[in-house]
């Protein structure tokens, strides 16, 4: 089993930044791809960005040269920096991740409302 906990979201306005972490407890020598998707009121659960333990990264293209993903040197930290929010960006915030075995983990995830 893996355990996640997100935190760092918030209220900001439009232009600003946040920065989310979520960190891994567990099994976590199993976990092979950490990540973030979000979903808004009435939407579905999206990709935001991934990033795979060889330092691999993927981000949607709503997110590309605004969001960047990172992991810490224990690889069970994973941080989403968020540059230049947009109102769009509103959302819950997830945190995920899939192990070597097939496994996918959630975090409870964080609000994150971008508004004036």
Known sequence: QVQLVESGGGLVQPGGSLRLSCTASGR???????GWYRQAP???????????SGGNTNYADSVKGRFSISRDNTQTT??????????????????????????????QGTQVTVSS
């Open 78 to 107: 994973v941080f989403l920096s968020m540059n230049s929010l947009k109102p769009e960006d509103t959302a819950v915030y997830y945190c995920n991740t899939k192990t070597r075995l097939g496994a996918n983990y959630w975090g």
């Open 28 to 34: 976590t020598t199993w976990i092979n791809v950490m």
């Open 42 to 52: 009435g939407k579905q659960r999206e990709l935001v960005a991934t990033i795979m």
